[in-house]
């Protein structure tokens, strides 16, 4: 559940940083589901005899995998403002796939809030930058900025 925070406090939050979050394995089952549900099976993310062969030594995960896990990872460490009637994802300012994730990795969430703006009254829209780390590694797996538009009551 994502901490509620009182409107006015919450537009003066940008800058902060978030708590980090839990690590979540990444296996070859949530891979193949991925691939299932997207239909692409190219074969670096589901043959793991094909991608020994390559540069990657394994298996690795759809960068999109790893890009959906944002509201999973997000859910225990983002804030709301108080009286959120709903919360819509709004999209994304950019995305960059820095490093792959490989089968059986783990990843976290690192995030801090880079803008509060409230759009019109009731409707705050929250900029997000957030990083996955792999544990083990010294590059994360990706950067973004998240977007989410929030309807109070």
Known sequence: MPK??????????????????????VNQERINLFADATDDHQFIHVDP?????????????????TLSLLPHLAEETSVWPENT?????????????LQPVKAGSEVRL??????????????????????VEIKGEDKPALLAETLALFILA
């Open 49 to 65: 005899e094909r991608a020994a062969q390559t540069p990657f030594g394994s298996t690795i995960a759809h960068g999109f995998l």
């Open 4 to 25: 509620l925070v009182p409107k006015d406090e919450l537009l003066q939050m940008a800058g902060q940083p978030l708590e980090t979050s839990a690590w979540v394995k």
């Open 85 to 97: 009637q709903m919360g819509i994802n709004y999209g994304l300012n950019k995305v960059r796939f």
């Open 110 to 131: 690192h995030s801090k809030i880079a803008s509060v703006v409230e759009k019109r009254a009731g409707h705050l829209l929250i900029t997000t930058e957030v990083q």
